[in-house]
């Protein structure tokens, strides 16, 4: 039987990356070069704000909303639309699994700020990456993706696997992705699981 994913587990593998004295010098460098933010943030777009009500446990609402478009950006399609209608709120589960394991809150935070602040010459943007275009927001993550610094690629894939596994531990993606859930128990027998095909 599919057993339910162990987010916050899952999610302390995926920031295993983040997780090192390595990383925590990239950022302190980047601090150190005047990348951090100074004076007012530029208010977020609504879709990449948390939702009203929505009591924050470890992320900030900044943090949030740099997850939230990350997120949207790695996953792409309709999916990034699911995410822009707040039908899926990723940056929300991961605030909760987060509050299950809080030692991982500040490498993710430090990761985040990084990827909001960090400006030329660290990377190749004058604007924080929730100000940027889709295009932009894109260019960037390629950029930790194909960089010659091992401390970027491992922001990028900390970033990608957390994304992935938040967006698509989600139940309301389901209907996106075809896929029945946890089968075996509940409203999903294991006939609908022997039914379920896998697309080439």
Known sequence: MTQPLDGPRALAEALAPLDR?????????????G???????????????PPDGLALRSL???????????TSRLVGGEGAEWIAQGRVRPAATADVWLASVPALAG???QGLAVL?????????????????????QDAVLAELLHSRLDLKRDLFRGLRSVAF????????????IGHPGPFGRGAV????????EVAP
């Not at 909001?116 to 932009?136: I, M, S």
């Not at 596994?165 to 993606?173: Q, W």
């Open 189 to 196: 027998s294991i006939a609908d699981a022997m039914r379920y």
């Open 21 to 33: 004295r390595g990383f925590l010098r990239l950022a302190g460098v980047a601090l150190a070069a």
């Open 116 to 136: 909001e602040w960090g400006f030329v010459p660290f990377l190749r943007k004058l604007r924080p990456f929730t100000a940027l275009a889709p295009d932009g």
């Open 35 to 49: 990348l951090a933010p100074s004076g007012c943030a530029r208010a977020l777009p609504d879709w990449m704000r």
């Open 107 to 109: 490498p993710l935070a």
């Open 60 to 70: 900030s609402a900044r943090s949030y909303g740099v997850l939230a478009a990350a």
């Open 165 to 176: 596994l938040t967006f698509y531990a989600d139940p309301a993606v389901r209907p996106l």
